[in-house]
């Protein structure tokens, strides 16, 4: 689907034409939409950040410095996008589409792991937007702390505290919500790698 939408944009013909921004930029769809998928929990959602980014980065592609920050670049699009769109549903209120909902990671998972899935999404959702970046930036992304403080431009100390408070927040509501097992050590332990 992204494809389709990539070919009607403007200036889409440097994906056809064999530019090399354009093969990069496609190479990066897969991850970049997981990473979408991870800020907002929801495939919907994430499909339409995902294709406003590829919008933007390819009407604002002479802004793109040095080509193998293609992929910090283009996540710090989605983020001002998302940040953007956060903003705009506080200014206006929050409505829920029914059919959105189909979408949710929180009901897609299976019914045996709902509850586990359940939780970590909760969990996630009540993390600030830094500490939130920070986990997936790390957790699912692998960067190390200094790629992480060279692409959000904040010193690596910053990096390490707010890391280091977002695991502490998650721990602590995985908590709240199944005191009595061990699973949240195992959640927590996701983010925790690397």
């Known amino acids: 689907m992204i494809h389709q939408f990539i070919k009607g944009l403007p200036g889409a013909s440097v994906v056809r034409g064999g530019d090399a921004f354009g093969a990069d930029l496609l190479e990066a769809l897969p991850r970049l939409r997981r990473y979408a998928i991870a800020l907002v929990g929801d495939r919907s959602l994430a499909d339409d950040l995902v294709q406003d980014c590829v919008e933007r980065a390819l009407k604002n592609r002479a802004a793109l410095k040095d080509d193998r920050r293609l992929f910090g670049w283009l996540r710090t699009i989605v983020h001002n996008l998302y940040m953007d769109a956060l903003r705009e549903r506080r200014s206006r209120g929050t409505t829920v589409d029914l059919n959105e909902m189909a979408d949710s990671l929180s009901v897609s998972v299976a019914p045996s792991d709902r509850t586990m899935g359940l939780d970590f999404t909760r969990a ?4 600030s937007t830094d500490h939130r ?16 403080a060279a692409e959000l431009e904040i010193p690596i100390g910053t990096v390490m505290s707010r890391l280091a408070r977002a695991r502490e927040q998650l721990r602590m509501r995985l908590q709240h919500y199944e005191p ?15």
């Open 124 to 127: 996630m959702e009540h993390l």
């Open 133 to 148: 970046q920070i986990l997936l930036l790390i957790g699912l992304e692998g960067l190390s702390y200094r790629d992480v």
């Open 180 to 194: 009595a097992t061990g699973r949240d050590r195992a959640v927590v332990t996701l983010a925790e790698e690397k």
